[in-house]
């Protein structure tokens, strides 16, 4: 079984709240690191100009190649569930290692703050909030209902097989654990 996200990017308007609940539930202080980045995309000439937002986080890959490069092995998948885990007292630290992680992820996941030698962090799909049976910040928290969470095999009969959107193409060698629908057609 794994766990995954949706994202229906027709729906995102780029408000930001799922950042601001993520770092505010995970108590992330100000600066370069976010569990979730929001990114849009404009193109197109007047009249006919299109914008489309894509809010990402960690995508707890089938395959995490971070894992597969972390040289001390501190990036895990467990077993039940999918949900790829950073152990931070493991991790070497950006100056020691030189992030391979963050290099093997297509996605740009993996985060390092601004302090001395900083350690890998990433989202970890709020698992305080699943054991009590809630989503996690950044679903609960979205206005428009664009983010959805759950087991993949019913994501995807809830909302269909998309894996390409605006801004976002889907790895077959690192397989993200992510449903997305576009706002446009590919």
Same mark, same amino acid.
């Given at each position: 079984m794994q766990m995954g996200f949706y994202f229906d990017q027709s729906r995102c308007t780029g408000c930001?709240?799922?950042c601001v609940a993520c770092k505010d539930w995970n108590d992330i202080p100000a600066g370069p690191v976010n569990f979730r980045k929001v990114t849009s995309r404009e193109w197109g000439r007047y009249p006919e100009v299109k914008l489309a937002y894509l809010s990402l986080s960690c995508n707890h890959c089938g395959n995490p190649r971070c894992a597969?490069?972390?040289p001390a092995s501190a990036i895990t998948k467990r077993e039940e569930d999918g949900i790829v885990l950073i152990d931070r007292d493991i991790c070497l630290g950006s100056d020691v290692c030189g992030m391979p992680?963050?290099?093997a992820c297509? &996605? /740009?996941v993996p985060q390092?703050?601004?302090e001395e030698n900083p350690r890998m962090q990433m989202c970890h799909f709020c698992l305080d909030r699943l054991k009590e049976n809630k989503k996690p910040a950044c679903v609960d928290s979205c206005p428009v209902r664009a983010l959805d969470v759950g087991f993949l095999d019913e994501l995807r009969k809830? &909302? /269909?097989q998309g894996k390409e959107a605006e801004g976002f193409s889907y790895s077959l060698e690192t397989k993200p654990s992510i449903i997305v629908k576009p706002r446009y057609r590919l």
């Open positions: 930001y709240t799922c597969q490069a972390c992680c963050k290099q297509p &996605y /740009g390092f703050g601004i809830k &909302y /269909g």
